[in-house]
């Protein structure tokens, strides 16, 4: 079975900095995109930040500039800098990942997720 184990989250100050980490375990043929998604109380999830195999890099507008994500492919792991927190950037985290797993019969990856992480930002 393939997890996705986060950690890093917890409470900061508006201006400070966290990082994220999600690490992808066991049975694994191949990762393909990793990505940082976001739910706030009472919204929708969205898609914070997007790294391909590439690597290629995405962002929502919002955190442009001040969140960067980074993966370490020998450690199956993706990483979410995020400097000068904002209160709105308050929301359960969610690590995502396209994962081919080790028992599957196809090449097409399937979907994880990880538990969440809740960051609060303290204006």
């Known amino acids: 079975q393939v997890q996705l184990v986060e950690s890093g989250g917890g409470l900061v100050q508006a201006g400070g900095s966290l990082t994220l980490s999600c690490a992808a375990s066991?049975?694994?043929?191949?990762?393909?995109?990793m990505g940082w998604y976001r739910q706030a109380p009472g919204k929708q999830r969205e898609l914070v930040a997007r790294?391909?195999?590439?690597?290629?890099?995405t962002y929502v507008d919002s955190v442009k500039g001040r969140f960067t994500i980074s993966r370490d492919n020998a450690k199956n792991t993706v990483y979410l800098q995020m400097n000068s927190l904002k209160p709105e950037d308050t929301a359960v985290y969610y690590c995502n990942a396209a994962i081919v797993s080790g028992s599957s019969a196809s090449i097409i990856p399937d979907d994880y997720w990880g538990q969440g992480t809740q960051i609060t930002v303290s204006s």
């Open positions: 790294i391909t195999s590439g690597p290629r890099r």
């Open positions: 066991g049975s694994i043929f191949s990762i393909n995109a």
